[in-house]
């Protein structure tokens, strides 16, 4: 069984600039989540994505927006960088509609914005 | 909105001593899930254990047991035997349904165990 992973490990960006970020689920799963984890914090929920659409999203600006692809495999696009972008992006896979719902978690990518 | 509290940032146990980690939240959900999630240096987020709000009984896994008070809103874990490879950051996690079939976790500020030889 293949765990959550996740490129690059990690990227310098300066302010303004557009990154993307990728996940390739868990074998198996249907349903990517996002969060942002900031240094010293929990994560941050930021959107779930299911059947290649967006159907969950917490408390970040447009600039912040996804992908899914047919194969379950993610990405995480930000523009317009902000130095407060700075954080370890964590992507989580999980099973819709099983009866837990876990998601496990891919080791993340570290951004630094310049 | 659903809340999660992690009151103790840091925590010391010595190796093969048991240590409890505590954990409230805030929710008017019936139906939810709650999760312990262990960070290590190495960033990776690697679920401890899991409990669902509807079962009376406490999750156990292995070393790894909860106290699951719902009334309280309180999910504490306790970890017996502490080994030094249980040093990490440790976050409670509450999931619940934001509509649309999505689920989220809404996670704690995390408590740093520290293991001492």
């Known amino acids: 069984e293949t765990g959550v992973t996740q490129s690059p490990t990690h990227l310098i960006k300066t302010r303004g600039q557009q990154v993307t970020l990728r996940c390739s689920s868990q074998?198996?799963?249907?349903?990517v989540s996002w969060y942002q984890q900031a240094l010293g914090q929990g994560p941050q929920f930021i959107f779930q994505?299911?059947?290649?659409?967006?159907?969950g999203r917490g408390n970040f600006p447009p600039r912040f927006s996804g992908l899914q692809f047919p194969n379950y495999s993610s990405e995480l696009n930000v523009n317009a960088l902000e130095l407060d972008d700075s954080a370890l992006y964590l992507c989580?896979?999980?099973?819709?509609?099983?009866?837990?719902?876990?998601?496990?978690f891919g080791p993340g990518t570290r951004l630094l914005v310049l | 909105a659903q809340t999660v509290t992690q009151s103790q940032p840091e925590m010391s146990v010595q190796e093969a001593e048991t240590v409890t980690l505590s954990c409230t939240y805030d929710t008017s959900e019936s139906d939810y899930y709650l999760f312990w999630y262990k960070q290590p240096p190495s960033r990776q987020m690697i679920l401890v254990i899991r409990q669902e709000a509807y079962k009376q009984q406490n999750a156990t896994e292995n070393r790894f047991s909860v106290n699951f008070q719902k009334a309280a809103k309180s999910f504490s874990l306790k970890i017996s035997d502490s080994q030094l490879g249980d040093a990490a950051m440790y976050f409670c996690?509450?999931?619940?349904?934001?509509?649309?079939?999505?689920?989220?976790?809404?996670f704690g500020k995390g408590t740093k165990l520290s293991v001492i030889p």
């Open positions: 994505y299911y059947r290649e659409e967006e159907n």
């Open positions: 989580a896979s999980s099973l819709a509609l099983a009866g837990l719902k876990t998601q496990y």
């Open positions: 996690a509450y999931m619940w349904s934001s509509g649309a079939g999505s689920y989220q976790l809404t």
């Open positions: 074998s198996g799963h249907n349903t």
